[in-house]
Structure formats: structure tokens, C-alpha cells
T-cell receptor
């Protein structure tokens, strides 16, 4: 069974802080990795994708990939209350998701 | 584009009844996924189709669950008989096969009492 594991939450950070979300995966052959955000009562939406080792930045979001360690992370800088949501890691061998980490940003 | 369309949005049914959830993927998308989401188990992949053919149904919990995709624009997920532990949000999602972004429907909220 190909697995995607996320660090257990919930995670609470103060407004303006950096939130760090982590994910590990079991299949070394995986090539594509995604972070989705899900607001309460809503469906998941894509916020970041990453395919190569290293960092990828998009505004306040940075995705980091280390294929040797089978590890992908998402950093949210200058966290805002509107970032409060569940963040889901996904790996494209069959678009299997991790269990998600609930993030709360406190004003 | 209308997006992925799911129906019903909400359903409450009694244990033992048959439940059918429906999904219309985005036009032109040739991969379709069914997920189930609960607080305890998170977002679980149940089954996915490529070009209307089921590729992996290893996530289907048991024989009470079945999924079909008779054509490119329609899929169903059926639970028969339903049980209280099937209560969850069921999401349908679609994508173009060689693309990376999958698009979710708004979900079908199922409660089995």
C-alpha cells in the first residue's frame, strides 16, 4: 500500500509567524507532489505543486521537496487568520492524500 | 466551465437503504476519482477511473460499495445496504490524465441513521 503521512495536528501559530507543515510518502518512484487547502465545509483546492528537489516559492507559500528522504513540506510565511484551514498533501501515483493537518492562525 | 457536479448535496437515509451518489466530471477530463472524508480517517481514495475504466478500486471498503462510469460524463457510487459507519462526505474529482491539478466537486454529505 502506497502511503502518504502528514504530521499530526492540530497546529496553532500566531498571526505573522511561519507555519510549517510536513508530509512523507512511501513510494520512491513518485514524481509529483501537491498541497491542497480545505476550508471547513468546503472541498479541497490546489495551492502548490512541486516536482523537483529543492524549494518552490509562490507568494507567502514555499514548498520543499527532498526525494532522497521522501519528504515534502509547506511553509507559510506571515501567517494570516485566513490561512486557517486543513492542509492536505497529495502524491501523484494515484492522487492519494494524507490525512491532513489542521492549521489555526490566531490574531 | 461548471466544474465537477455532484448530487445529491445532502442525503439522510436509514440503515439498510441503497444510496446512489452521482458525479458529472468537467468536460474533457478523462480521469475521475471518488474520495470519502471523515474526521477519523481523513480523505480516502476509494476508486479512480481513466477513460471510463476502473484502474484501482483497492480503496473501496467492502462489497457493499460499487462504482460505475458508463460514459465520460457520468459516474455513480452506490452503497447497498448502507450502514451508519458509511456516514461521511463523498467527493468526486476529475482531471485531464496527463495534467496535475485535480478539481473537486462540492461533495455529497451522507448521513446514515
Amino acid at each position: 500500500q502506497k502511503e502518504v503521512e502528514q504530521n499530526s495536528g492540530p497546529l496553532s501559530v500566531p498571526e505573522g509567524a511561519i507555519a510549517s507543515l510536513n508530509c512523507t510518502y512511501s513510494d520512491r518512484g513518485s514524481q509529483s507532489f501537491f498541497w491542497y487547502r480545505q476550508y471547513s465545509g468546503k472541498s479541497p483546492e490546489l495551492i502548490m505543486s512541486i516536482y523537483s528537489n529543492g524549494d518552490k516559492e509562490d507568494g507567502r507559500f514555499t514548498a520543499q521537496l527532498n526525494k532522497a528522504s521522501q519528504y515534502v513540506s509547506l511553509l507559510i510565511r506571515d501567517s494570516q487568520p485566513s490561512d486557517s484551514a486543513t492542509y492536505l498533501c497529495a502524491v501523484k501515483y494515484d492522487m492519494r492524500f494524507g490525512a491532513g493537518t489542521r492549521l489555526t492562525v490566531k490574531p | 466551465d461548471a466544474g465537477v457536479i455532484q448530487s445529491p448535496r445532502h442525503e439522510v437515509t436509514e440503515m439498510g437503504q441503497e444510496v446512489t451518489l452521482r458525479c458529472k466530471p468537467i468536460s474533457g477530463h478523462n480521469s475521475l476519482f471518488w474520495y470519502r472524508q471523515t474526521m477519523m480517517r481523513g480523505l480516502e481514495l476509494l476508486i479512480y477511473f481513466n477513460n471510463n475504466v476502473p484502474i484501482d478500486d483497492s480503496g473501496m471498503p467492502e462489497d457493499r460499495f460499487s462504482a460505475k462510469m458508463p460514459n465520460a460524463s457520468f459516474s455513480t457510487l452506490k452503497i447497498q445496504p448502507s450502514e451508519p459507519r458509511d456516514s461521511a462526505v463523498y467527493f468526486c474529482a476529475s482531471t485531464e490524465r496527463d495534467k496535475n491539478t485535480i478539481y473537486f466537486g462540492e461533495g455529497s454529505w451522507l448521513t446514515v441513521v
